[in-house]
């Protein structure tokens, strides 16, 4: 089965940019869709968006403009990147893999606050 | 944008018992729903896609049905592990789209 873990800092300054890695184990990077998912405190999942190992995205239009998803399969690897935050982008990042995630790495928690 | 209504919000069951979750999307979307169970300070945990089929390693007291704008998730033999908040999501068209979730709790 495979794993997944985030890593990136847990607290973002308000304007400046979001930055999270997936590293992916126990399985190659090289198929499948990969995910993006976040979850304010108390609330909600929200999808971000997702990039084929080839390369290709789609993201959310409510983030459209702020966020970057991108892949390195030689580290079996993807990020996300969210420009401009302010305090709504405080919540728990996953990653998951595929359209379906049906595997989620245990989720990471950004704060933004100065 | 498909928006997902889910309800009850709330459910309050006893062990033993079966209840059904609901989900309803603002439009079509096929059989492209998903089903995911989330317990307190964890990652959400995938039971169903495709509105009926189980994802590997998900017991079978777990069943999905419907198609179009109609699902349900129905969890038969209520044990104290299944009291949690479950998610349907859409993943026909884009934005994907989860419903508000529907906290079930121990009566």
């Known amino acids: 089965q495979v794993q997944l873990q985030e890593s990136g800092p847990g607290l973002v300054k308000p304007s400046e940019t979001l930055s999270l890695t997936c590293t992916v184990s126990g399985g190659s990077i090289s198929s499948y869709y990969w995910s993006w998912i976040r979850q304010p405190p108390g609330k909600g999942l929200e999808w971000i968006g997702y990039?084929?190992?080839?390369?290709?995205?789609n993201y959310n239009p409510s983030l459209k403009s702020r966020v970057t998803i991108s892949v390195d399969t030689s580290k079996n690897q993807f990020s996300l990147k969210l420009s401009s935050v302010t305090a709504a982008d405080t919540a728990v990042y996953y990653c998951a893999r595929g359209i379906t995630m049906p595997d989620w790495g245990q989720g990471t928690l950004v704060t933004v606050s100065s | 944008d498909i928006q997902m209504t889910q309800s009850p919000s709330s459910l309050s069951a006893s062990v033993g018992d079966r209840v059904t979750i609901t989900c309803r999307a603002s439009?079509?979307?096929?059989?492209?729903l998903a089903w995911f169970q989330q317990k307190p300070g964890k990652a959400p945990k995938s039971l169903i896609y495709?509105?009926?089929s189980l994802q590997s390693g998900v017991p079978s007291k777990f069943s999905g049905s419907g198609s179009g704008t109609d699902f349900t998730l129905t969890i038969s033999s209520l044990q104290p592990e299944d009291f949690a908040t479950y998610y349907c999501q859409q993943y026909n068209s884009y934005p994907y789209s989860f419903g508000q979730g529907t906290k079930l709790e121990i009566k």
């Open positions: 439009q079509g979307i096929s059989n492209y």
């Open positions: 495709a509105a009926s």
């Open positions: 990039i084929y190992y080839s390369g290709s995205t």
